[in-house]
């Protein structure tokens, strides 16, 4: 039977699909509040209809700002009155809200070990790390004597060069990576050897759409052989979706994960109260980071929880964070926000100090590479237990610290 052209999507609109359950409540409420106005969603496929559904959107006039394939959708606007019909559609399995993302060293680089990596002889060298934040700055602890910034993507401003309008990234960075150059070694990262690779999804107020830092998550799996990208550290996070196996940037951490990259993500700054880690942090199986205060001593014994990290647990049951280290008073790169690929110039200030859980997740990130340059051949999941199993615990809940403080140096012993 040869069906016209013209009748080809007649099922869809008008099938026994009523779309009940198949929208997000935020987005929801969003329809409600932004009536007559185009909104932005993500739009997720059944698995085996992804082209048959780009098809359709574009049948129905919407605009596809990205094809997410690493998690089976589309980035969309729409019209709000569009949505209830759309979800209709046998092709369209759930449409989800595309959320706006925020952005949330000496001493601490020291109490978690790496100070004794990095005197055995783990450094990092050779080993990608994805940085998804605001960019990073071209400061000269990444670029002397040799620059580590092997590759920059810019999904906000399209730039070709390494720039950071913000300097959240450039911080994350250099606690991941830094190698000290300015400070004589003082302020080195924990990984001062590894490669590093920028991918701006945020803006110069520290914020991004969903469908953009998923496109950078596609970027990263497209190009990880190229720059061997093991490492993706994520130090951003919003309020999760109503339905956790249809949150993006869950599905997508997932997706990246099964790629064979190790991604470390913030917990949330939502604490202290129980049941706000933030997504894609509620993920069951990237590594959750919470922060704890190190007081500004290398020992374990006085550190405290900051109370701003945020606590599981997750879906009622699922332990989060995964474990915790130091977040408080961090000392890293600070940028020069007005650099455009203009010639680097001295900055009068090159550190500030920040704190969060966006900071104790480049400590690990650094920690994953520092791993794999002691064996290259561990997958993520072996990566996270031995650091599960390698930490140290403190007299407080699990939802607070999963399986305590990070201990990088019991890891090389």
Known sequence: MIIPAGMLFLPFLFGRNRGDGKIDSRLLQKTRTLKDSKIK???FSKKNDVEVC????????????HELPLI?????????????????SDLVEYISDDARMTSLLNIAAQEVGARIAN???????????????????????LVRPKNRIVA?????????????????GTFVAGV?????????????????????????VMDENGSGDSSDIIAGMQWVVNNKDKYNIRVLSVSLGAKPGSVTKFDPLAVAVDAVWDKGIVVVVAAGNSGPRQNTITTPGISS??????????KRTIEYEDDKMADFSSRGPVNRRLIKPDLVAPGVNIRSLATNKEYRGTRLEEMSEPYRNMSGTSVSTPIVSGAAALMLSMNDKLTPDEIKKKFMKNTYKMKVSEYA????????????K
């Open 119 to 141: 005197d055995t002889g783990y450094t990092g060298k050779g080993v990608g790390i994805a940085i998804l934040d605001t960019g990073i700055y071209p400061h000269q602890d």
């Open 54 to 65: 780009k098809l359709y959107l574009e049948k129905k006039g919407i605009e596809i700002k």
């Open 401 to 412: 610290q999963g399986s305590g403080i990070l201990d990088i140096s019991n890891l090389v």
């Open 176 to 200: 991941a990576a830094g190698n000290g150059y300015l400070s004589g070694g003082k302020y080195r990262g924990i990984a001062p050897d590894a490669s590093l690779i920028g991918v701006k």
């Open 72 to 88: 089976n959708a589309y980035a969309v606007e729409v019209e709000s009155g569009e949505l209830e019909e759309m979800a209709r």
């Open 41 to 43: 969603a993500i739009v």
């Open 152 to 168: 920059f993507k810019d999904f906000i401003n399209n730039r070709q060069t390494p720039y950071d309008d913000n300097g959240h």
């Open 285 to 294: 199986k990237v590594i959750t980071v919470g922060a704890v205060d190190d």
